[in-house]
Nanobody, 118 residues
Framework: QVQLVESGGGLVQPGGSLRLSCAAS????????MGWYRQAPGKQRELVAT???????NYADSLKGRFTISRDNAKNTVYLQMNSLKPEDTAVYYC????????????WGQGTQVTVSS
């Protein structure tokens, strides 16, 4: 099993920034990739960004240039730096991990609310 603990969400004004953190524990050595997803009210959950053990990143096209995913392997933690935030970014943000051998298992965090509003 892999457990995920998220932090960093909150209320921010348009144009502001937030940094989300996701710390993994459990079978951390079997993790293949971690990522961030989000779900706004009335919408389906969508990809934000992912990063593999090899450092390969993937972003939603609409978020490139504003959001950056990174990792700290020593802390078993991934981050999502969000800049130039817009009201449309308001959503519950979820951390996930793909793990196992083969890496077919998924674990999800509890979600953290990000609200962008004046």
């Amino acid at each position: 099993q892999v457990q995920l603990v998220e932090s960093g969400g909150g209320l921010v004004q348009p144009g502001g920034s937030l940094r989300l953190s996701c710390a993994a524990s459990g079978s951390i050595f079997s993790i293949y990739a971690m990522g961030w997803y989000r779900q706004a009210p009335g919408k389906q959950r969508e990809l934000v960004a992912t990063i593999t053990n090899g450092g390969t990143t993937n972003y939603a096209d609409s978020l490139k240039g504003r959001f950056t995913i990174s990792r700290d392997n020593a802390k078993n933690t991934v981050y999502l730096q969000m800049n130039s935030l817009k009201p449309e970014d308001t959503a519950v943000y979820y951390c996930n991990a793909r793990y196992g051998s083969p890496p077919t298992f998924l674990s999800w965090g509890q979600g953290t609310q990000v609200t962008v509003s004046s």
